[in-house]
């Protein structure tokens, strides 16, 4: 199973059309927290979202985001990284408040 941190950008965006983003984002199971060891959760930076114990490829997990992303705005064309990754370590994280 691997982690995935996918960061989107939208172009000419608002607030509304990361809102939008957020919600396509959720519905294929990405998430907006980082989970350290003791299980405490961290609000990720805006539009960057986590996807953990997956056994979706980089290619896979590029796709669910590109089709999410193109829901909110799809032009032009939003912009999508993906990195893999065995560990991760973080410095100045809000904690998650789940609503």
Known sequence: MSNYTVRVELHYADEEDYETLHDAMATVGFVRWIQNEDGKKYRLPMAEYNLVNTSLDREAVREKA?????????????????????ARCWHGLKLWKES
Do not use: C
């Open 66 to 86: 590109v089709e999410a992303s193109a829901r909110a705005k799809p032009d032009p064309e939003p912009w999508v990284l993906v990195t893999q990754s065995t």
